[in-house]
């Protein structure tokens, strides 16, 4: 009978696994499973730090890596509250400017909250938080308009490129897969982000946290942006071709 180690070893070399993968492999190891035993195993895993959730249904085996989380600020939560209550079924995603210190050596003062909308009803949204948060929101402003009437605490609302990943904790959370190509292409980001720091967010990320790469790429390739975000990483990033194949 294998004992854990070795089912993490095999797992570990088809990583990001699903369920259906782990119990394949407990299978193969002679141990009789279903699929409860599969989620108990999967919950006592996660729980032990011996594998990370990358996303739904995603999974891979720790080493000095973690599943990136970031604990958004009472504001940030507000408004997604906010949206949720008067648009049932709106897809949104929720970005917080100062996520970026934990990787940045020059830290952000002031936050600015990205809530990026499913195309179409950017201005439904905007209607609905105008109220509430007048003169301290905009909505997809182009880059002068932003520097112009930046506060503290600022709202932008922005429009969302169709598969976004969604959040793992909650769906609107904004994943490090996303923010990672976002700072790449974005427009906005791009004149936000002092280029200098490129190579410390890119190189921390990756050393710390697990990145689930196939939902990177596809996000790129939406964006039309795939080719753009390779050069980006070796030319801007300082990255290896190794660091981040794909």
Same mark, same amino acid.
């Given at each position: ?14 990583? #990001? +696994?699903?369920?259906? !993968?782990?119990? =394949? ?41 973690? =599943? ?17 209550? =008067?648009?049932?079924?709106? $897809? +949104? ?15 952000? =003062? ?15 949204? +905007? ?13 997809? #402003? $182009?880059? !002068? ?19 976004? #990943? ?13 923010? %990672? ?6 427009? %906005? ?5 002092? @280029?200098?720091?490129? #190579? ?6 990756? @050393? ?39």
């Amino acid at each position: 009978m294998a004992d854990k180690m070795v089912i993490l070893e095999r797992i570990g070399s088809n990583s #990001p +696994f699903a369920r259906s !993968d782990l119990q =394949a492999v407990m299978e193969e190891c002679g141990y009789h499973t279903s699929e409860s035993i599969t989620n108990h195993m999967i919950t006592r895993m996660l729980a032990a730090g011996d594998i990370a959730r990358i996303g739904r249904n995603r999974y891979c085996v720790s080493n000095s890596q973690k =599943a990136y989380h970031f604990s958004h600020s009472e504001f940030a939560v507000s408004v997604a509250n906010e949206i949720v209550e =008067a648009h049932l079924y709106l $897809d +949104f995603r929720i970005f917080e400017l100062v996520q970026l210190n934990e990787f940045v050596n020059h830290q952000i =003062a002031h936050n600015i909250v990205f809530v990026s909308v499913e195309g179409g009803l950017e201005e439904d949204v +905007f209607n609905t938080l105008w109220k509430r948060h007048k003169g301290s929101i905009l909505l997809k #402003p $182009d880059v !002068d308009e932003l520097f112009r009437y930046m506060n503290e605490d600022m709202v932008v609302i922005v429009k969302l490129p169709t598969e976004s #990943p969604k959040g793992i904790d909650v769906f609107w959370d904004t994943r490090l897969e996303k923010i %990672l190509v976002d700072i790449a292409v974005d427009k %906005l980001l791009r004149k936000i982000v002092y @280029s200098g720091e490129y #190579p410390a967010i890119y190189q921390d990320a990756l @050393s710390k946290y697990v990145i689930d790469k196939s939902a990177m790429v596809r996000y790129a390739r939406r964006r039309g942006a795939l080719m753009k975000y390779r050069e980006f990483l070796i030319n801007e990033a300082g990255l290896k071709q190794e660091d981040f194949r794909f």
